[in-house]
């Protein structure tokens, strides 16, 4: 017999038997939650989806025999794959992923249609009472005991209308509740699942949001978005009708009240319970409040709210809590100031804005006017010049600097900012030569945009 460790749980889960013929036996107290796991594992695997078989339960129903699944858990597969300091998720957990989010919408919709609502625990709906739950669970455990200064009923009104907004969702499918990478075993490959004990009725947003934002899962925003694109196509073979603004609006409302729940647990079991190994998803969770808050889609304002999440994004000791560097995100830009200042979206407003107006101008040669900094003939005519070589190292040194800075205090955006009259050649230009520094860097994700230039296209001949 061997124990077998429960993350974040009170039961005791032990390894019985020898080599091909062991079960996994598991002792709790919570004959309630017992209650809704058994039933829901009878179900699940009736209708044909790859949770553990059950083989008994003893007369107190405290105890029970399931399949053994193995060790390795969706979260193994990806850190295992990933190595040290990556954040791409590799060939062999992309496959799994994507299994995942089609087999979700059968739980949610096909097989959740016929659920033993009796059984559901704590309640039989995500309804007011337990969103209320988890954002109180977050208000008290983590901006309380993190020390977050906040208007205490000004947020409790943003609470309110941020549960107001998230009762307006269709809520009659299977909420899985904590649909995450640590509760997906994998074996051969294929992906099977366990922890739905908290299952209940809700929303279908919700689950894919609990994936997508696993906090130390670290996924990259662009793989989210290609997930989340297929679990809808995958949700609507199963008969569920998708109009996406609104779908997208409901997702981030989920979304952040997800994000808060997790924060709420992180701060329950390490600031209150002294657990400190809970304290390392903290930095993860601050990324995902930043990436959410910079593409908002739910239509709700939530101004208090907003500024308590700006100074969790802002607090460098809360990004220090990890014992591991994370990944940056540089964000590089080129501009107009006839046009102003571009926006800072990262949340924590740091970053640099370089004026490029110094610099000898292309544009005003006819032959370069219509082209942008980026074409090779105006690329040649920069780099003519020495003054142009020295503005470009002196801010690659600078940046280089802060960089290797910010990741040591685990802080996750960077932007960078080039001006110059028109938007069109220097900026350009000295963007896109820092983003090709900075591309393939360990650790750093680069992406580029240019907010104000024009494209012309070459007339046809």
Same mark, same amino acid.
């Given at each position: 017999?061997?124990?077998?460790?429960?993350?974040?749980?009170?039961?005791?889960?032990?390894?019985?038997?020898?080599?091909?013929?062991?079960?996994?036996?598991?002792?709790?107290?919570?004959?309630?939650?017992?209650?809704?796991?058994?039933?829901?594992?009878?179900?699940?695997?009736?209708?044909?989806?790859?949770?553990?078989?059950?083989?008994?339960?003893?007369?107190?129903?405290?105890?029970?025999?399931?399949?053994?699944?193995?060790?390795?858990?969706?979260?193994?597969?990806?850190?295992?794959?990933?190595?040290?300091?990556?954040?791409?998720?590799?060939?062999?957990?992309?496959?799994?992923?994507?299994?995942?989010?089609?087999?979700?919408?059968?739980?949610?919709?096909?097989?959740?249609?016929?659920?033993?609502?009796?059984?559901?625990?704590?309640?039989?709906?995500?309804?007011?009472?337990?969103?209320?739950?988890?954002?109180?669970?977050?208000?008290?455990?983590?901006?309380?005991?993190?020390?977050?200064?906040?208007?205490?009923?000004?947020?409790?009104?943003?609470?309110?209308?941020?549960?107001?907004?998230?009762?307006?969702?269709?809520?009659?499918?299977?909420?899985?509740?904590?649909?995450?990478?640590?509760?997906?075993?994998?074996?051969?490959?294929?992906?099977?699942?366990?922890?739905?004990?908290?299952?209940?009725?809700?929303?279908?947003?919700?689950?894919?949001?609990?994936?997508?934002?696993?906090?130390?899962?670290?996924?990259?925003?662009?793989?989210?978005?290609?997930?989340?694109?297929?679990?809808?196509?995958?949700?609507?073979?199963?008969?569920?009708?998708?109009?996406?603004?609104?779908?997208?609006?409901?997702?981030?409302?989920?979304?952040?009240?997800?994000?808060?729940?997790?924060?709420?647990?992180?701060?329950?079991?390490?600031?209150?319970?002294?657990?400190?190994?809970?304290?390392? @998803? /903290?930095?993860? $969770?601050?990324?995902?409040?930043?990436? !959410?808050?910079? +593409?908002?889609?739910?239509? #709700?304002? %939530?101004?208090?709210?907003?500024?308590?999440?700006?100074?969790?994004?802002?607090?460098?000791?809360?990004?220090?809590?990890?014992?591991?560097?994370?990944?940056?995100?540089?964000?590089?830009?080129?501009?107009?100031?006839?046009?102003?200042?571009?926006?800072?979206?990262?949340?924590?407003?740091?970053?640099?804005?370089?004026?490029?107006?110094?610099?000898?101008?292309?544009?005003?040669?006819?032959?370069?006017?219509?082209?942008?900094?980026?074409?090779?003939?105006?690329?040649?005519?920069?780099?003519?010049?020495?003054?142009?070589?020295?503005?470009?190292?002196?801010?690659?040194?600078?940046?280089?600097?802060?960089?290797?800075?910010?990741?040591?205090?685990?802080?996750?955006?960077?932007?960078?900012?080039?001006?110059?009259?028109?938007?069109?050649?220097? @900026? /350009?230009?000295? $963007?896109?030569?820092?983003?090709?520094? !900075?591309?393939? +860097?360990?650790?750093?994700? #680069?992406? %580029?945009?240019?907010?104000?230039?024009?494209?012309?296209?070459?007339?046809?001949?």
């Amino acid at each position: 017999m061997a124990a077998l460790r429960a993350h974040g749980s009170e039961r005791r889960i032990y390894r019985l038997g020898e080599r091909s013929t062991t079960v996994v036996g598991v002792v709790n107290a919570d004959i309630a939650e017992n209650a809704a796991f058994l039933s829901f594992s009878r179900h699940f695997r009736t209708a044909g989806l790859p949770v553990p078989q059950i083989f008994a339960t003893n007369a107190a129903s405290d105890a029970y025999l399931e399949e053994d699944l193995g060790d390795l858990t969706l979260f193994d597969l990806l850190v295992r794959e990933r190595g040290a300091g990556g954040r791409a998720v590799p060939p062999a957990a992309r496959a799994v992923y994507e299994k995942v989010v089609e087999i979700l919408p059968f739980f949610q919709v096909r097989a959740g249609r016929d659920i033993d609502e009796s059984v559901c625990y704590p309640r039989a709906r995500f309804d007011r009472q337990s969103m209320c739950w988890d954002l109180n669970y977050f208000k008290y455990y983590f901006l309380k005991l993190a020390q977050i200064p906040f208007h205490e009923q000004a947020v409790e009104n943003d609470f309110a209308e941020l549960v107001d907004f998230l009762l307006t969702a269709p809520s009659d499918s299977f909420l899985y509740r904590d649909f995450q990478s640590r509760n997906i075993m994998v074996r051969d490959g294929e992906p099977w699942f366990i922890d739905y004990q908290g299952g209940r009725r809700g929303a279908v947003h919700y689950d894919i949001a609990s994936l997508l934002v696993d906090a130390k899962a670290d996924l990259p925003q662009e793989f989210r978005e290609a997930m989340l694109e297929r679990y809808m196509a995958a949700l609507a073979k199963q008969g569920v009708r998708i109009e996406r603004d609104e779908f997208l609006g409901y997702y981030d409302g989920f979304t952040l009240i997800r994000i808060l729940q997790a924060m709420g647990a992180y701060g329950f079991r390490g600031f209150y319970e002294r657990k400190a190994h809970f304290l390392q @998803s /903290v930095p993860y $969770a601050i990324r995902n409040v930043e990436d !959410l808050l910079s +593409r908002w889609r739910a239509p #709700v304002k %939530l101004p208090a709210l907003r500024e308590a999440l700006g100074r969790i994004v802002q607090s460098t000791r809360l990004r220090e809590l990890t014992t591991t560097t994370t990944a940056m995100t540089v964000r590089i830009e080129s501009f107009s100031y006839k046009r102003g200042l571009p926006a800072d979206t990262s949340g924590h407003g740091g970053g640099f804005v370089f004026d490029c107006r110094s610099l000898p101008n292309p544009g005003r040669d006819a032959a370069y006017a219509t082209m942008a900094g980026d074409d090779p003939a105006v690329v040649a005519w920069l780099e003519a010049y020495d003054e142009v070589h020295g503005f470009l190292a002196r801010a690659r040194e600078m940046i280089n600097h802060v960089i290797d800075a910010y990741r040591k205090r685990r802080f996750t955006h960077l932007s960078v900012a080039f001006g110059c009259t028109g938007g069109q050649h220097r @900026s /350009v230009y000295c $963007a896109t030569q820092l983003a090709q520094h !900075l591309h393939g +860097r360990e650790g750093v994700q #680069v992406e %580029l945009s240019h907010r104000d230039v024009v494209r012309v296209a070459t007339p046809p001949r």
